[in-house]
Structures are given as C-alpha cells and as structure tokens.
C-alpha cells in the first residue's frame, strides 16, 4: 500500500498562530518518519485551492483557536468530502464553549466549579462595578476570569485581590465578548490527554503543572517557565479516578481521536473539570507530547496511527 498523503493544517489568523505554527511543523515531522508523504498548508484564502491541488487522503488539522477549535473549518472539510483528524463540528463546537462543555459534564457525573458566563453587554447595562462586586460576593477569593471561548490560557487571570477583577475583566475582553467567572479550585493542576489508537480509547499518562506564577501562556510555551511530571504525582487510586473523569469527559463531549483533559485534583482527590482542547498542542512544551512519551510511545507512532484511524 502506498504511504498516505496527509495536509497537515498549521497557522490560521487566530491569536494562537504562532503555536499552531510551532505544532504544525512537529506532526510533519513525526509523520514524515512514519512514512506519510506530507504537506503543511495555512489555513488562508488559498487553502481550499491547494487542497483541491494536492488532494489528500487525510487532512491532519492542527489549527488552534477558533479557526481550528470552534467546528467552522471542519464543517468545510465535511463538505469537500475528506477525511480529517480529530473530533466533528458539533463535538468541537461543544468544547470550544467553556460554560457549555462545563454543563456537558457535569451532567456526566464530573466534577466542575461554580462559575457565571458574563458577557460585556452585562457590564455595560447593568453597571461594571455593581456586577464585579455581585462576582467576588458569590465567589469569593481567588477568583478565576478567562474567555468562554478560547486557548492557551490567552486572556485568562487568578485574581487574588479586588481591586484586580476589573482589569483581568478587561483583559479577558480582549479575546472574546463573555468572560467566565469562577470558583478558584485549590488543588494540583494536571493534563489527561485520550487518543484512539486502532479503535481503542486510551487515556495517557496525567501531566501535572507547576508553575509558580500560573501556568498562563508564557508558561505554557516558554521552556523552563513551568515545571513537570509525567505521571503526575498522584496516588494509584486517585490517578485512576482522573483517568476516569478524562475518559468520561472525551466520551460525553463527543470527542474523536485526540483530546485534552485539563483537571484540578482537589486535596481530597476529587478531580475537577476545567476544559477539554479538541485540538491539544504538540509544540516542544506542549503536554500532549509529554504524554506519549511517559506512556512509553514515540509521537510518529501516535500520529500514524490517528492518520489510519482517521483513514479507516
């Protein structure tokens, strides 16, 4: 059989370009060792014409923010007929929502923390500062805000202090018209990532994040500002339950392929659900990466085998 031809998507004009950049050229990579016959394509104005040249078996997407994340661009490869990587529109537009992915869940039986959704229009209508002090009265403090919508912890603060909430509010309109407001969840923060792999849901190894200024988007992508473990350092019991509440969110979200899981452990092992990605980084710190490694895999090997899934 000859080795597949595979597009794989990096880029987009989202906030996220650069990341996606940076994953885009390591599923290439990977998948070129494998094998595959590839090539990387932005998702621009010329990226229907050059599908249509080049003619793939598999479009890989690797496309972060909304134009990889909010369903729209797998709509467009639904209608060109191809086959892609990862989950469908519906399941990625349920993720993509953060307060609806968060009901989604909890009425699976995980865990989540009390949170409001405000979008700007309450703010103006209603008065900011009265709404702010409606917010830290129900939460408390720390509070969480970050976009409803939204990657890469771009936009999203712990607020420690009161007189902090307006300018994270502010900064969280920066990405989006709805900011989440939440329950801080004290606990030990990890990353469950799930791939199928031959027909098989498998959930990897926990990541666990530290990283004492929070892991935000500087964190996130500049090596040596947070710090790893993979595993995580959880009991067996307790890991067993976080595999379970990824496992659990993936399936009810209607994932497919490849996600990540992102959980608080609370102190008494209660894992809490924050987010899943439907399209999880793979850039040299990202966390999907950092799993298939402690699971004893080799990335080429787990991309390959999303491209057969995908193919079949």
Partial sequence: MSAPRVAVLAGGLSHERDV????????????????????????DAQLLP????????????VLHGAVGEDGALRDVLELLGLRYVGSRPGACRTAWDKPVAAGVVAAAGVAVPGEVALPHATFRDLGAHAVLAAAVSWAGLPLVVKPARGGSALGVSVVREERDLARAVAECF????????????????????VVELAGELRVLPAVEVVADGGYDHEARYTAGRAEFFTPARLPESVAQRVADAARTAHTALGLRHLSRVDLVVREDGEPVFLEANAAPGTTETSLLPQAVAAAGMEPDTVYRALVDGALR
């Fill in 20 to 43: 996606s950049l940076r994953s885009g050229a390591r599923v290439a990579q990977a998948l070129r060792v494998s094998g595959c016959e590839v090539v990387v394509l932005d998702a």
């Fill in 50 to 61: 050059r599908l249509a040249q080049e003619a793939p078996d598999v479009v890989f997407p």
């Fill in 174 to 193: 920066a990405y989006g018209d709805t900011a989440v407001v939440q329950r801080h969840v004290a606990g030990t923060e990890v990353a469950v990532s």
